[in-house]
């Protein structure tokens, strides 16, 4: 007979133990197995983040109708004019467009800008010798700006023109002694049909370059041009600004009273003097003897002090006294 060996009691102590920390672990696993088995098809899908957005409805901004705007028929509209474009005049101005009363051999514009509306019909005229005296436009427009801006300056009784340039191809050409002279070459200031002389003696008369009196009396479309807007008003005084430093001439062959009795007028509240400084040219065809001479009006012709001021404050002074001068 075999006999049995004995298991030592520490090693059943042993045993005993890691069977209870077995049952243990299985224990508190146990919870945890069935979810790690679920099937995947009870797991919530992911979702990328393009199909998320493409799954968001854009965002639509809500459209407020405006109320429509009825004029108010009692209201008083208001005119609106667009800037006429100047050479010197500034960018800021707004005017209404002048009248053109002809143009120049080069089709450029003679405008003439209108102010007031009374009885006595006054007209300034600048440029007649284009780009060589170029400062007087610039002073028309200085001018032009100035009534605009002050239309009370105007007397009641008065309607003013200004002409700005007579000779807008001169001016374009150049601002030097070139600019004198219109596109043909003539002499504006020797081209009016009174005295006229295609040439003429030349000692103590500008004489820098070559120019003529023109073809015949009035031959020069700027010239006929102001002739006849001359002949469609009532002019009882005119102004011919020039550059530079003589001073003022009263127009007339002979000698006119009302012309020098305005010259000496505006010689008073000027520091233009008259008489001028006589250097001996004989003049023939200008605009301010043929206007005394034949149409009977009071005409001076005033001289700047150089070729690049406009002398505008002695000029606004001289303005007034134009306006408000009686013949």
Request: with cysteine; proline share 10%; charged share 15%.
């Amino acid at each position: 007979m075999t006999k049995k060996r004995k298991v030592p009691k520490f090693l059943v102590i042993i045993w005993s133990i890691n069977i209870i920390g077995l049952a243990l672990l299985v224990f508190f696993l146990w919870d945890k197995i069935p979810l790690r088995a679920r099937p995947e098809q009870d797991a919530p899908q992911a979702t990328s983040s393009a199909t998320l957005a493409s799954s968001v409805p854009p965002f639509a901004p809500t459209i407020y109708s405006l109320p429509n705007v009825m004029p108010n028929p009692r209201s008083t509209p208001i005119a609106v004019t667009t800037p006429t474009a100047f050479d010197y005049l500034p960018s800021t101005l707004q005017a209404p467009p002048p009248m053109v009363i002809g143009y120049s051999v080069m089709g450029r514009p003679l405008e003439v800008y209108k102010f007031g509306h009374g009885a006595s019909e006054r007209l300034i005229v600048a440029g007649i010798h284009g780009g060589y005296e170029w400062n007087t436009i610039a002073l028309a427009d200085e001018l032009i700006e100035e009534l605009y801006a002050h239309p009370e300056l105007v007397p009641a009784d008065v309607t003013l023109y200004i002409l700005r340039a007579l000779n807008p191809d001169g001016d374009a050409r150049a601002h030097d002694r070139t600019g004198r002279v219109n596109e043909n070459g003539v002499d504006l200031n020797h081209n009016f049909p009174y005295h006229w002389k295609k040439e003429w003696d030349r000692e103590g008369c500008w004489n820098y370059l070559p120019t003529t009196g023109g073809t015949a009396p009035a031959s020069e479309p700027e010239t006929a041009a102001l002739i006849n807007f001359i002949s469609l008003h009532n002019f009882d005084a005119l102004i011919s600004y020039h550059s530079a430093a003589l001073g003022i001439f009263a127009g007339g062959m002979p000698p006119f009273a009302p012309s020098e009795d305005l010259a000496q007028t505006i010689a008073n509240k000027s520091p233009y003097a008259y008489p001028p400084i006589d250097t001996g040219c004989e003049y023939s065809g200008n605009l301010t003897d043929w206007a005394s001479s034949v149409e009977g009006i009071p005409s001076v012709d005033i001289e700047l002090s150089n070729h690049r001021d406009t002398d505008f404050g002695a000029n606004l002074r001289i303005l007034n006294v134009f306006l408000t001068w009686k013949p």
